[in-house]
């Protein structure tokens, strides 16, 4: 079985990233990051980003695409995303699926699965990332987590896994994880604590309330490849909590 993988989701560093995108590469770089996970690309055009990856030694392991990117501007991602090697799309979301409707949900489907269609030409696959409200949100007795994926056959649309918002959801991460076996390429990998109020703050691995040793156990054993560490908001510099995190999976996994 081959080793987990570890990345970091760009939109973490998006502050940072709007600074200074080449040198923030080269921090992540230096932190010991294998790949990166994009949320924009900087400006740069897709020969030069592929030229900066290939002299930092970084694989694009991903890229973050929103629904409307993908539905009006899918031509221009699938150049960039080829020029730099990378062959998964995810779309981070579709808040409107909160709203737990069936002609909302049908509408996601047939989006996505054009956009899954028209990847696929060109050797690419499609992912998509959870966030809490599609566990929250249920038709019938059925998560529309459940319903998107059961709609969509594992050729169509993968899982990237966001640990944190399925456990703020209300669900075990470990046992969604071993449902998903075989589909889940890509974890987010992300801890989770409540503030005062009983508000969700995405953590620094280690320093939430998820058994992160137990996700990356079941990961590995469901086959999947990245373990991309992102943080929504941090409680330090960005770049800090980024190379926290990076510290705590060599420590606690020893990767």
Known sequence: MDPLKIGVQLYTLRDDMGRDFIGTLEQVAAMGYEGVEFAGYGGLTPEQLASELKRLNLKAAGSHVSIEQLTDHLDEQIEMNLA?????IICPGIPKLHEADEDILNESVSKLEAVAERLAVHGMKLGYHNHGYEFEAKIGDETVFDLLFGKLPGDKLFTELDVCWVKHGGYNPLEIINQYSG???FIHYKDLKYDDNGNPM????????????????????AGTEWLIVEQDDCQRAPLDSVRGSREWIKDNLGL
């Not at 730099?84 to 998964?88: D, L, M, S, V």
């Not at 995405?202 to 998820?210: A, F, S, V």
């Open 84 to 88: 730099i090697g990378n062959r998964n």
């Open 183 to 185: 589909r889940v390429p």
């Open 202 to 221: 995405t953590m620094e691995l280690g320093q939430g309330e998820l058994d992160l040793v137990a996700v990356a156990q079941a990961a590995r054993a």
